[in-house]
């Protein structure tokens, strides 16, 4: 079932369009994400969600009901924001109670709600503290234990992991999904960091430039994008022009490569680095049908990163880091999975729209 239902959603700015027909659905429970760049229009569509923005056009429904003409107190709907936006003057406990005083929940079930949300976002014995007394995770949780308290039909989170260092938002990261399971919310977040959208997602939402560019799961669109940008925007990506016959397709330089799904002439695939084997020539493999050789070789622990030059295509290459490095200067001979997917034509652009 869909808690929410975006359709048709617009946004203008005298003659500038910042938004493009978006429209997307959410079911019950389920944890999506709107990922894309800066300026794509991810948080322009969070917050019109919210009510504190208005489209220019489109209608949003939540469960079943249409929201988007009332105000934003009347939507049942709950926002942490990347501020955090908590009252400095109040104490944890009369931040988390502040919202549902001002709904004239009775003081007993107002207590519980409380209790209940400090409990399950670790926060129990700091209910006296001040904001300026906590640490930024701290706070960060005081900021979606005050959504929770709410119980509202859909949870929207605006980038709230991104003013923390990177080992505390990684923390936090798997903390609010397990949150998120455990109170069986229905969650829409919006980020640009690619890592967060593929830990946290049941489906991600990739966005650019006003437009909903692909939807899909975490994996879908990571090994089987449809599109250039998604391709290259999740993670490092080799984009390679081949020439098709079905299944079969050879690479610029005569490598035959073998594809998921059929295609017919020039097309484009994406290639990810840990998709292409190398192997140092001599070590009992059979060479590649054009001299491919090792440019450069970044070491980072857990994995290898190479750039290999062949031909004229300049390719990254990622290996384990517990093989042996293979030292610039190599040539090396490459090998390609076996599920590579041709990409479809570009999004509807703003002409053909």
């Not at 709107?34 to 429904?61: A, D, F, N, Y």
């Not at 109040?90 to 109670?97: A, I, T």
């Not at 409380?114 to 926060?123: M, P």
């Not at 009992?284 to 295509?313: C, E, K, Q, R």
Request: glycine fraction near 8%; charged fraction near 20%.
């Amino acid at each position: 079932m869909s808690m929410l239902e975006i359709s048709n959603i617009t946004k203008d700015y005298g003659p500038s369009r910042a938004l493009h027909p978006v429209s997307l659905s959410v079911h019950e429970g389920e944890f999506v994400t709107i990922l894309g760049p800066s300026g794509c229009g991810k948080s322009t569509l969070l917050r019109i969600v919210m009510g504190i923005s208005e489209q220019s056009g489109g209608q949003i429904r939540l469960a079943g009901k249409r929201i988007d003409p009332l105000p934003p107190e009347r939507r049942d709907i709950a926002m942490v924001f990347q501020s955090y936006a908590l009252f400095p003057h109040m104490s944890v406990e009369k931040n988390l109670g502040f919202g549902l005083r001002m709904k004239g929940v009775p003081k007993p079930e107002r207590q519980s709600r409380i209790n209940h949300a400090l409990d399950i976002c670790n926060l129990t014995g700091l209910e006296s503290r001040m904001p300026r007394q906590l640490s930024g995770g701290q706070q960060q949780r005081v900021a979606l234990a005050r959504a929770i308290v709410m119980q509202p039909n859909l949870l929207l989170f605006d980038e709230p992991l991104s003013n923390l260092d990177a080992k505390l938002r990684d923390t936090l990261r798997h903390e609010l999904v397990a949150l998120h399971r455990r109170i069986g919310a229905t969650s829409l977040y919006v980020t640009h960091d690619q890592t967060e959208a593929m830990a946290m997602s049941d489906r991600i939402v990739v966005m650019n430039a006003g437009r909903v560019v692909e939807i899909g799961t975490p994996l879908e669109l990571y090994r089987s994008p449809r599109q250039a940008f998604t391709a290259g925007f999740l993670g490092q990506t080799n984009l390679l022009s081949v020439t098709a016959e079905g299944r079969q397709a050879r690479l610029p330089w005569g490598q035959a490569v073998h594809l998921a799904a059929p295609a017919m002439g020039p097309a484009q695939i994406s290639v990810r680095p840990e998709s292409i084997g190398i192997h140092a020539c001599g070590s009992g493999t059979v060479d590649a049908a054009a001299p491919a050789t090792v440019a450069s070789v970044s070491f980072m622990g857990a994995s290898a990163l190479y750039t290999v030059s062949v031909g004229d295509t300049l390719l990254k290459v990622s290996q384990s880091g517990g093989d042996p490095l293979i030292a610039p200067g190599q040539a090396v001979a490459l090998t390609f999975s076996d599920h590579l997917s041709p990409l479809a034509d570009q999004y509807p652009t703003e002409e053909a729209a």
